[in-house]
């Protein structure tokens, strides 16, 4: 399929001719979920923890009499039903991940470009190259542009200078085209790939 080719200037500039098995698939939306559960799931910390019983302090002797206070008996006050005891079944540290076949996390991605050229939201431009790490004319650039919620996607490299300019700007995210993935695809609005980047994204999805 065509897709034209614009400038930061918006202008027209020329035309890329995209992958149909790589930007034109059915949009998946099992695929899409399962891939963004993973990402997710990979990055949780897992670092929760509570003390169970052998762990808080005291308890080392019986805490009243057996007999004659009126009181249900109690072995030690580390028990799960005394105030300050242990936690019974509390949460302890653990990994989230789960494995996902290479074949399902490509295809995923392969569904959520399809899904941003489906819905007209993905736009190629000829470079990002910037002559200085300016944050304020890049963003007259891109509220010029349209381009709000935005994931720009580079080729191996993204241009230094539009990178630093970019990090201060808010709902603008770039990414390198080896760190494309589904979940930040999808949580911006609009997706723009330079010419480098569909020519990385081919050679590593085809």
């Excluded at 963003?139 to 990178?163: C, Q, R, Y």
Aim: some cysteine.
């Amino acid at each position: 399929m065509k897709c034209d080719v614009i400038s930061l200037e918006n202008k027209k500039v020329g035309s890329v001719d995209l992958d149909e098995t790589i930007f034109g698939l059915q949009v998946r939306a099992d695929l899409l979920a399962r891939a963004v559960n993973w990402q997710l799931a990979k990055r949780r910390g897992g670092t929760h923890k509570t003390k169970g019983r052998s762990e808080v302090s005291g308890g080392g002797k019986k805490p009243f009499n057996q007999k004659g206070g009126g009181r249900a008996r109690q072995g030690t006050s580390r028990a799960p039903q005394m105030r300050g005891g242990g936690i019974v079944f509390g949460p302890t540290p653990r990994s989230y991940a789960h494995a996902l076949p290479k074949k399902v996390r490509a295809l995923a991605l392969k569904t959520a470009l399809s899904a941003k050229q489906a819905e007209g939201k993905l736009i190629i431009v000829d470079n990002v190259d910037l002559d200085a790490p300016k944050t304020g004319p890049l963003a007259k650039v891109l509220a010029g542009l349209g381009w709000g919620s935005t994931l720009l996607i580079d080729g191996a490299s993204v241009n230094e200078n539009f990178a630093r300019a970019a990090s201060n700007l808010v709902g603008v995210d770039v990414l390198p085209s080896q760190g494309a993935n589904v979940y930040d695809i999808l949580r911006r609005d609009t997706l723009v790939l330079t010419q480098a980047a569909v020519e990385k994204l081919v050679e590593r999805l085809k």
